[in-house]
């Protein structure tokens, strides 16, 4: 921070020289230090100098960045959707028409589905950056980059186009992510999302008390399924046999997740009888073990150099033995259907079940460091690789004075059948 007792001329030529990279990433504010709605600055405020009514400017010189956003092209569609079959999106059964305008170029593109209409589009999202924009980087995020690409498609002229996400992921989770670019879908999917939380939550107080749900309740927790495939770390190889059942039995896994606690979150099985806040109920369901060959793969670094080398391919170099270091012998590819959407779910419930997702490192799963284009960054086995929900339409409010979207009895399903690890089991697979 720089005071108006540090001079007013230092402050209007640190402003005037400010780097226009720092500028670009709106790494620098104006306004009172104590409040929270300070002016974030642009490169279009660059050859100003601003009102120093306050002398107020925060200045963030190493503010975070996320390089994976440039691996692909925010205006474009995936490669995969035409190739390999490795990108499927269906509209009522039916594949939707990608536009010539939209195929990919050099860079592989982010968009799976787009509709203007209903105003919202399917995006795959790139691992190792946020949705929305940090404190000190206002630039590389989903939200950021895909309404400056939109704008650039549409060749609008006015401010910014309306770019919301209803369903977040974590920074280092990639795959399917849905991008709201109308109100009106931004809030029926938030509608979706809290009733398939709400359900599934009333669903297991009815089981527990003996009642069968009431068709009254207006709950159907099959109006939207999320679904995510991770790697997970095995300990123990004979606690596999604990998720195999899990999968076949069709098992509710529930835990209760302390909403005060700090990042690891903290997931515990049985709710606390004595507490002075309140536990939020965490549902899934393992609906998919391993690959059809294999249920898991062997990491140590042994004599073997099939297990030696996918070690390394996952957890890098940093280490001769990085399976041992983490006390890990195997890795296993699970698919797991969200029931409930609470922060770090998957990953919590995972670690308290005790399998902490591959390059999870807070979580227990070490790191998973990637390099590209002379910039490193670290990834997480953790991928949304299947959404649907019902496809929405229009409908005329009562007042006739507006429109607000509803379910139709169409459905949308999106769905990604390779992870940036998947090369690494098939190359496995066939050296065995």
Request: aromatic fraction near 10%; proline fraction near 6%.
């Amino acid at each position: 921070f720089y005071r108006k007792s540090r001079a007013k001329k230092l402050l209007s030529t640190t402003y005037v020289h400010l780097s226009l990279s720092l500028l670009t990433l709106c790494a620098a504010y104006t306004g009172d230090s104590h409040n929270a709605h300070a002016k974030r600055l642009s490169p279009e405020e660059e050859i100003m100098t601003p009102d120093w009514s306050d002398m107020t400017l925060r200045i963030h010189f190493a503010p975070e960045r996320f390089h994976a956003g440039y691996d692909v092209d925010w205006s474009k569609y995936c490669r995969g959707l035409l190739v390999g079959a490795r990108v499927d999106a269906f509209i009522s059964g039916e594949a939707p028409h990608v536009p010539v305008a939209g195929l990919p170029d050099e860079k592989d593109g982010a968009i799976v589905y787009e509709n203007d209409e209903l105003g919202f589009a399917i995006i795959n999202k790139p691992g190792s950056m946020p949705g929305h924009p940090t404190l000190s980087n206002h630039a590389e995020d989903v939200v950021s980059m895909f309404s400056a690409a939109l704008k650039e498609r549409k060749k609008s002229a006015d401010k910014k186009p309306y770019v919301s996400l209803p369903q977040r992921l974590d920074i280092d989770t990639h795959g399917l992510l849905t991008v709201s670019t109308k109100k009106e879908f931004a809030t029926y999917m938030s509608k979706l999302l809290e009733t398939k939380t709400n359900c599934n939550i009333n669903e297991d107080k009815s089981k527990k008390n003996g009642n069968a749900p009431h068709p009254s309740d207006g709950c159907s927790s099959a109006d939207i399924t999320k679904k995510y495939r991770c790697l997970v770390c095995v300990k123990d190889p004979a606690s596999m046999d604990t998720i195999s059942n899990f999968q076949q039995l069709g098992t509710v896994i529930t835990h209760y997740l302390d909403p005060k606690s700090p990042a690891p979150k903290r997931f515990v099985r049985n709710k606390p009888k004595k507490s002075d806040h309140g536990w939020l109920q965490c549902q899934m369901r393992i609906t998919k073990v391993g690959d059809e060959r294999f249920r898991a793969a062997c990491v140590l670094s042994n004599d073997d150099i099939v297990d030696y080398t996918l070690s390394h391919q996952l957890w890098g170099r940093q280490s001769e033995t990085p399976a041992e270091d983490l006390g890990v012998s195997y890795v296993m590819e699970l698919e797991i259907e969200l029931l409930t959407g609470r922060t770090h779910q998957i990953r919590g419930q995972l670690k308290a079940l005790g399998f902490p997702i591959v390059g999870d490192p807070i979580y227990g799963g070490g790191v998973c460091e990637f390099r590209s284009h002379m910039h490193g960054w670290n990834r997480m086995a953790l991928q949304c690789c299947e959404l649907s929900f019902p496809e929405p339409k229009w409908e005329e409010s009562d007042d006739k004075k507006g429109k607000f979207l509803v379910a139709s009895d169409k459905m949308c399903l999106f769905r990604l059948s390779e992870a940036w690890w998947t090369p690494y089991l098939e190359q496995y697979y066939q050296n065995l």
